[in-house]
């Protein structure tokens, strides 16, 4: 690997650390090189303002607020990227599907030319996806829902066709090969509900929050997740 690509990398490795101290043995193994080169690279990198706090032994952690030109991809983050995009393309909702699409299209005109047989002709691919059962609740509407931390009225049919109605507390929307599915803490039961979005009769979107975070009440729901 050329120094300026190992420079590059374990930018991107102490970026995907967040906030975690990552030591030097870490990052040596996953570049494949010598911890006495990492220091190396490390000490470069703080020469050229690189923001990067830590010390030997202890790890290091790159600073908030520094970042890199957003289309200085590697091959692999290209095809990555793409490939993930086409999975949510062919199951995403019509608004993000929509959003797929642009983004391949997009990567493709910003890349340099040598990098975009990467996107035009990805070595990788997702199998073609089923025909979904329609939504019957807007999954765009939904994702807002989620971020602003408001309330649902659902009128809901089960798999065997009992009828409910909730108010929920949306968490996430899950996309799988076959359904798209609506996480949320029902007020009814108390606890966390799947919801199949076809199987949505109606949904009101009520002005109202409620009383959590959304952040802290997707972190109760991955907890319960862990607990399983």
Do not use: N
Not at 173 to 184: D, F, K, M, P
Not at 190 to 211: C, G, N, S
Not at 214 to 222: E, Y
């Amino acid at each position: 690997m050329r120094r300026a690509d190992r420079l590059f990398q374990i930018i991107q490795i102490l970026r995907r650390g967040g906030h975690r101290p990552l030591t030097a043995d870490t990052i040596a193994v996953e570049l494949e090189t010598s911890k006495r080169t990492v220091y190396r690279d490390i000490a470069t990198l703080i020469g050229q303002r690189v923001p990067i706090r830590g010390e030997a032994g202890m790890g290091y952690v790159l600073e908030a607020g520094f970042d890199l030109p957003p289309l200085m991809l590697t091959p692999d983050e290209i095809e990555a990227a793409v490939l993930g995009a086409q999975w949510v393309a062919g199951r995403g909702d019509p608004v993000l599907a929509r959003a797929a699409e642009d983004l391949i299209a997009k990567i493709g005109v910003a890349v340099p030319e040598r990098l975009r047989p990467y996107v035009m002709e990805p070595t990788t691919g997702t199998r073609p996806a089923y025909a979904m059962p329609p939504d019957r609740i807007d999954i765009a509407h939904v994702r807002s829902w989620i971020r602003a931390g408001r309330k649902i009225e659902l009128h809901y049919s089960d798999e065997q066709g009992r009828e409910s109605q909730r108010i929920v507390w949306p968490v996430t929307v899950g996309y799988l090969e076959a359904v798209r599915l609506l996480i949320a803490w029902c007020e009814l039961r108390q606890d966390f509900r799947t919801f199949r979005t076809d199987r949505v009769r109606t949904a009101t979107f009520l002005e109202e929050r409620y009383p959590e975070r959304p952040a802290a009440l997707r972190a109760r729901w991955q907890h319960t997740l862990t607990q399983a």
